[in-house]
T-cell receptor
Framework: KAGVTQTPRYLIKTRGQQVTLSCSPI?????VSWYQQTPGQGLQFLFE???????NKGNFPGRFSGRQFSNSRSEMNVSTLELGDSALYLC?????????????FGPGTRLTVL | GQNIDQPTEMTATEGAIVQINCTYQ??????LFWYQQHAGEAPTFLSY????GLEEKGRFSSFLSRSKGYSYLLLKELQMKDSASYLC????????????FGTGTQLKVEL
């Protein structure tokens, strides 16, 4: 069974641009969560989607948004990029919400904002 | 608010035992996770404690005290491949998979 896949793996953008990251969960998994990882802040929860609906949201500005499609694939978008948005963006999937202990992480997308 | 504290770095010797501590203050606490993350890789699940006490899984054990807001990860018979970042994360109520992570403990295993 294939794991969680994220595309692209690496991305370089400049300030003010916008970016879209994609996550394909493990087959059969319907819950997708997104996290931002930076050296100073560690892993921080962005949002969680289930059945195309956002179930939970972290403390990030409105520039960060996401969505989930009917096949459970998810995208996150960051608009008006800032230097501080440079981070590893991780996606994790589980069968259903409330199964965080059965959550698997993807390899991440490394975003660099210049 | 949510707060998780763990040491930034630790160094231990191959074959030895190391204990990585984590203290947490979260509302609606459900349970405590430990993840291992090698440089450049995704975090991998190690353990999940809901009840007080020690849970052993091979060379790795995890302990939880809910009343003290405290957990530790115990690694025995350390191997060089255990050099990694160890992340402590609290699972909060809400019915979803929202985890609050500490900044991670970078463990270096030396000969």
């Amino acid at each position: 069974k294939a794991g969680v896949t994220q595309t692209p793996r690496y991305l370089i953008k400049t300030r003010g641009q916008q970016v879209t990251l994609s996550c394909s969960p493990i087959s059969g998994h319907r819950s997708v969560s997104w996290y931002q990882q930076t050296p100073g802040q560690g892993l921080q929860f962005l949002f969680e989607y289930f059945s195309e609906t956002q179930r939970n949201k972290g403390n990030f500005p409105g520039r960060f948004s996401g969505r989930q499609f009917s096949n459970s694939r998810s995208e996150m978008n960051v608009s008006t990029l800032e230097l501080g948005d440079s981070a590893l963006y991780l996606c994790a999937s589980s069968l259903n919400p409330g199964l965080a202990h059965e959550q698997f992480f993807g390899p991440g997308t490394r975003l660099t904002v210049l | 608010g949510q707060n998780i504290d763990q040491p930034t770095e630790m160094t231990a010797t191959e074959g030895a035992i190391v204990q990585i501590n984590c203290t947490y203050q979260t509302s609606g606490f459900n349970g405590l996770f430990w993840y291992q993350q090698h440089a450049g890789e995704a975090p991998t699940f190690l353990s999940y404690n809901v009840l007080d006490g020690l849970e052993e899984k091979g060379r790795f054990s995890s302990f939880l005290s809910r009343s003290k807001g405290y957990s530790y990860l115990l690694l025995k018979e350390l191997q060089m491949k255990d050099s990694a970042s160890y992340l402590c994360a609290a699972d909060s109520t809400g019915g979803g998979n929202k985890l609050t992570f500490g900044t991670g403990t970078q463990l270096k295993v030396e000969l």
